[in-house]
Structures are given as structure tokens and as C-alpha cells.
């Protein structure tokens, strides 16, 4: 039922489209209900149509009423085609032109209700290029132009634009004779009534044939109409007289007889009452309606839709599903282009800290030296001085025998002092982290030192002790240096493994690239099969590309996958080298 919902409301929606400005919807409920056999019911009509301001032909105000009242009582029982002229009526003098057409008006009648059979089920109503394809490919090979390739071509460069046409734009398209050029105008209504009884009403096969009676057993002409679930036979192709039906269902079958009574290319089909023998004109349309009616009788057993019917759902899925594969892809682009930019943006901090360090450490290493060799020239000076010291020291030792236990006092007191020394070497190495402390500290030690080498220079022993502490001070300075070089070319590494990366993930780059260039000639060749099994002659090429993402060194492609296996490796190896 949802099925015929979905149907019935595309041409109501052309007759209330176009009753809109007329507000008149109460003709249109009341013409509804008549050709869809469904009882009227003037009060609820009465009631919805009040005089009011919420507008009952609105969108909002009138389908409560269509559905609740209409569309939910329909049973099926009622006249399509009289369905569809009385909605047309409504709609085609308000949106068709006043230029001629090359088809009659029931030819654009019948080209509107294979519009509203092929359309997409989404409003205002608009038919996409490739039905649009599949329906010029019918009506030309019913005109019996299949084979004119060439013609086919130049009439799919008329198919519209790439959002599809209206029901108007379709008529007038094949109104204005440009895909039956060299074709008359009796052959263009023949196509399109040929291609609106298999696509509208179900007709599988047509023809005459000979049908041998039931009582008095004579040949007689008729033209049989084969649809889903029945044969009906006509006395001719007017269709006015009928003459009966062949019922069909799961339990029917078809066989070829035997030449006899004069009779040639016979086939019987039998069903649970009654059994009808049939001969056709030649053996190429006894194949063809016995093929046609097995596989009638074959869907009707599985349940299956008519063949065009099965064909236009399959179309429309593979449509849905292609739009859902360009909607995953571009969803997957979007998160590639993000983690993409991230990864830059991490990559640029990291090079940047890189560059920070080895600036900070270039400038910390040039102060390393500036200061040893100012400590190497201010060292010199005192061991000079601390030589002129010591031979003064000798000459007036033998003087100053006397003052012994005045110059152990003041040993003793210089060994405190000597202590205090180690404790500021020692608050001085904690503190050279900070450039600006190591400064300061630097020179109140050397103020200091000079304070005390004063005391010093008159005493052999304290210069010694002396000169130990400078050596031991400048070994510690070398080891500080050589930690300090041992960390710039860990940077350095660490600096070298990151190009490594960036040239790897380049690399990646260009074997993505190349999988989807082979991914989309793959999906070319697949689609260039789907459109021969269905029969189509144009391919349906993809929609725009997105366009490519521009990176630090060229363009940039990945799927998710790659790009979750290359995160997986860029976090292993930053965790192997922390």
C-alpha cells in the first residue's frame, strides 16, 4: 500500500500544485474520491473546508485531510489511467506552453505519467538524467531506431541539466522532435504508446495470434495483451471489444504442441480449469511468447514485481547507493583533511621546539666559551701572581719562624674559609640551569675568590688548595659541555628521524594516489557493465571531484585505514624514541 501511495501522490501533487492560487481544494477532493472509487464524505470535506485563515489548501492544512480521508480508503480497485487523465486535466493548461509540439496532447499525456513512474520520490517532482537516458532509449528503440547509434548520441546532449528536468521540461524535450529527428509523427506516438503500456500499464507482450475455441473448436483472430497475472485477448488492437482473459498463477504452465489440423507453431497453456491452444504466425513469436509467459509465470511464483518495475528499483538503489558512497567518501576526505592538517600542525610545533633548542643551545654553547676563556685568561693572571706570591712566601719564611702559631690560627681559619668556598662551588652548579643566575653567581664567586686569594697570597698551602679547586671546577665545566653536545645531537636525530618520516609519508602519498586511480578505472569498468546488462547506452560518469588537499609537499590523499596504520606507526615510533 505504501507502494501506491507513493504513486497516487505524485500526480495529486501536479493537480494541487497547480489548484493552489484557486483555492480550490474541494473540486480536487471530490474529483479524488470519484475516480479512486473511494466514498464521499461531505461533512468531514465540509468541516476541513471551513471558512477560515489556516488556509485548508496548504501543504499543512490539506494533507491531514488526503491522507486521513483518501488515500487510506483506496483499495486498488479503480481506473489508473483515469487516476492520472483527471489530475492531468487539472494541471496541464497552467504549466504546459502555448509553443506546438510535435506530439499530440494524449501523447504528452501519456509522456507526464511516465514522468510521475520514473521520477525520484522527492519534491517539487524532477526525473534525473539517467531515467531520463533510460526513457529516449525506449521511445528510440520503439520507433525502431535502435540501431542509429550516432542519432542516440546527439539526442543524449539534450538530457538536461545534471539535477534532472520537470515534468514539463520532459514533455517539451520530447515535444520539440530533437531525439526523433527524421522520424514522423505517427511513428514518435506509436513509440510513446508502446513504451507507456510496459511502463504504466504492465503490458509484457502484444499481438496477434490464433486461438482455437472451446465449443466449437474453430481458429479465430485475436489480439492478446499479456500482463503480470493475466492474458487478455481482444478482437482486435483497438482494444474496444474484448473477447476474454487467461488467468494466471504459480500453478500455470506453458508447452509447445506439435504441428496438427494444419495448425503450425502451436503452444498450449494450461491452467487449474481451463486450457487454452494457441498458434502463433512463426516460430521466432512462438519462442517469444511461450519465453514470455514462463517467465510471467515464474515471477508471479516467486512474488517479484514486473521486469521494468524490478529494473526502475534496482536503478534507484544503485543510485542511493552510489550517493551514499560519495557521502561516506567525502565524510572520509573531510576526516582525512583534518587529521591531515593536525599532523602538519604537529609536525610544525615539533620542528619548531627543534629550532628553539638548537638556537638556545648554539647561543648557551657560545657563552660556554666566552666564559672558559675569560675563566682560562683571569686563571693565568693568578697563577702568575700566585708565583710572585710564592717566591716572596719563600724568602720570608725563614723571617717569620716566630709567627708559627699566629699562621696555624690563621690556617685553621682559612680551612673555614675553604668550606664556605666548596659550599658556594656547589650552590653554583645548581643554579647554572638559569642563564641569568649563573651570571650572577658566576661573579659573586669570582668577587669572592678575589676576596679571599687577597688572604692567600701570603700563604704557600692555602695556594695550592687553590689551584685544586680551579681544576676541579674547570673538569666540572668540561663534563657540562660534553652533556650539552650529547643533547644537541640527540636534537639533531630526533630532527633527521622527522625528515625520514615526512619523506615516508610522501611516499604513502603517492601509493594512495595511485590505489585510487586504480580504484576509480575499477569503478568505471564496473559501472560501464551495469549500464550494458541494463541496457543503457550512455554512461552515468561520477559527480564532481572534491579538490585535492594541498599538504607541505604536494597533494595529499588517503583512506582511513592508511591513515589509521600511519598514526599507529608515528605513535610507535615517538613512544620508542621517548
Known sequence: MGGLKEELLKAIWHAFTALDLDRSGKVLSHNLCTVLNVPHDPVALEEHFRDDDEGPVSNQGYMPYLNKFILEKVQGNFDKVEFNRMCWTLCFKKNLTKSPLFISDEDAFKVWVIFNFLSEDKYP??????????????????????????????????????????????????????????????????????????????????????????????????WFVLKPNIISYYASEDLKDKKGDIVLDENCFVESLPDKDGKKCLFLIKCLDKSFEISASDKKKKQEWIQAIQTTVSLLRVGSPPPHKEARQKRKELRQKRQAEEEELERQMKELQIANENKQEELETVRKQLEEAAARAAVEEKKRLQTQMELQDRFSLELAREKMVRQQMEEQVAQKSSELKQYLQRVCELEEMYKELQEALEDEKQARQDEETVRKLQARLLEEESA??????????????????????????????????????????????????????????????????LAANKTKSWKDKVAHHEGLIRLIEPGSKNPHLITNWGPAAFTQAELEQREKSWKGKKATSE
Open 452 to 517: 679571599k686569594r687577597a688572604d692567600l697570597e701570603k700563604w704557600h698551602l692555602q695556594q695550592q688548595q687553590t689551584i685544586l679547586m680551579t681544576e676541579a671546577e674547570k673538569q666540572e665545566l668540561e663534563t657540562q659541555r660534553i652533556i650539552k653536545e650529547r643533547a644537541l645531537q640527540v636534537a639533531m636525530q630526533q630532527l633527521e628521524q622527522l625528515e625520514l618520516e615526512r619523506k615516508q609519508a610522501l611516499e604513502q602519498y603517492e601509493g594512495v594516489k595511485k590505489k585510487l586511480e
Open 125 to 222: 517532482l524532477v526525473i534525473v538524467p539517467e531515467e531520463i537516458e533510460y526513457l529516449l532509449k525506449k521511445l528510440t528503440e520503439a520507433m525502431g531506431a535502435g540501431s542509429h547509434q550516432e542519432q542516440f548520441e546527439h539526442n543524449k546532449n539534450s538530457l538536461g541539466a545534471n539535477q534532472g528536468l520537470s515534468a514539463w521540461e520532459l514533455i517539451e524535450l520530447i515535444g520539440s522532435g530533437q531525439f526523433s529527428k527524421g522520424m514522423d509523427r505517427q511513428t514518435v506516438s506509436m513509440a510513446v504508446n508502446e513504451v507507456f503500456n510496459e511502463l504504466i500499464l504492465d503490458v509484457l507482450k502484444q499481438g496477434y495470434m490464433l486461438k482455437k475455441g472451446h465449443r466449437r473448436k474453430n481458429w479465430t483472430e485475436r
